[in-house]
């Protein structure tokens, strides 16, 4: 079982950042490639970025390659998303979500994984 809380998100002007951080429980983080989603209003959650469960891969939506970088720290059961340039139709709720590296990596799709925060707001003014 992993448990995940989200922190970070706020109200920010366009091209503008934030970090958001996701705190997991347990002692095998590293176990578990991690992943964030985002859902704005009257659309599906969709896949924005996921790391191993060793740090050493990530993967990113079009949407956000280059503007948007994620990182983990297993010494402090830690992922994080950094939002740079950030832009209105950024807003939505991110949400961060666990899968055991036991399966293939990247997992793009929210079905496959496990385990997930209760998200955080994030909204960019223009």
């Known amino acids: 079982q992993v448990q995940l809380v989200e922190s970070g998100g706020g109200l920010v002007q366009a091209g503008g950042s934030l970090r958001l951080s996701c705190a997991a429980s347990?002692?095998?983080?590293?176990?578990?490639?991690m992943g964030w989603f985002r859902q704005a209003p009257g659309k599906e959650r969709e896949f924005v970025s996921a790391?191993?469960?060793?740090?050493?891969?990530?993967i990113y939506a079009d949407s956000v390659k280059g503007r948007f970088t994620i990182s983990r720290d297993n010494a402090k059961n830690a992922v994080y998303l950094q939002m740079n340039s950030l832009k209105p139709e950024d807003t939505a709720v991110y949400s961060c979500?666990?899968?055991?590296?036991?399966?293939?990596?990247?997992?793009?799709?929210?079905?496959?994984?496990?385990?997930w925060g209760q998200g955080t707001q994030v909204t960019v003014s223009s």
């Open positions: 979500a666990a899968r055991s590296i036991s399966f293939p990596f990247p997992a793009l799709r929210s079905q496959e994984y496990n385990y």
């Open positions: 347990g002692r095998t983080f590293s176990s578990y490639a």
């Open positions: 790391i191993h469960g060793s740090g050493g891969y990530t």
